[in-house]
C-alpha cells in the first residue's frame, strides 16, 4: 500500500491551498483517512480525520477553515485563510485492511508535503 500527496507549496496568508492523498496497492478496505502535520520543533498533530461513514474531526485550530474530504481511496484537505502558524510538513494517513495485513487494521503514512505560508 502506497499513499502519495500532493498539493504543499507557498502562499501568502489568507490564501487557500488543496491537499491530495491517493492510496494505492492491494487494499481491502480503509477505515479512515486523515490529515496530520509536524512543524519545525513541534510533535506531529492531528488536522483532521474522515471516516469511511463520512464523520469527520478537526483540531480546534483549524475548524471553520479546513475541509476534509473522501472519494474513494483519495482524500483532499481544502485549507482556507491560511495563516503562517499552519506552515508545517503535511502527512496524509491511511487505516487499511489488506491481505497484507491478514485484513486486521493498519496504519500507513505518505512521504509528506511542505505547506509554506508566508508573506
Known amino acids: 500500500v502506497q499513499l502519495q500527496a500532493s498539493g504543499g507549496g507557498l502562499v501568502q496568508p489568507g490564501g487557500s491551498l488543496r491537499l491530495s492523498c491517493a492510496a494505492s496497492?492491494?487494499?481491502?478496505?480503509?477505515?479512515?483517512m486523515g490529515w496530520y502535520r509536524q512543524a519545525p520543533g513541534n510533535q506531529r498533530e492531528l488536522v483532521a480525520t474522515?471516516?469511511?461513514?463520512?464523520s469527520t474531526n478537526y483540531a480546534e485550530s483549524v475548524k471553520g477553515r479546513f475541509t476534509i474530504s473522501r472519494d474513494k481511496n483519495t482524500v483532499y484537505l481544502q485549507m482556507n485563510s491560511l495563516k503562517s502558524e499552519d506552515t508545517a510538513v503535511y502527512l496524509c494517513?491511511?487505516?487499511?485492511?489488506?491481505?497484507?495485513?491478514?485484513?486486521?487494521?493498519?496504519?500507513?503514512w505518505g512521504q509528506g508535503t511542505l505547506v509554506t505560508v508566508s508573506s
Open positions: 494517513n491511511a487505516r487499511v485492511r489488506s491481505r497484507t495485513t491478514s485484513y486486521q487494521p493498519y496504519d500507513y
Open positions: 496497492g492491494s487494499i481491502f478496505s480503509i477505515n479512515a
Open positions: 474522515i471516516a469511511s461513514g463520512g
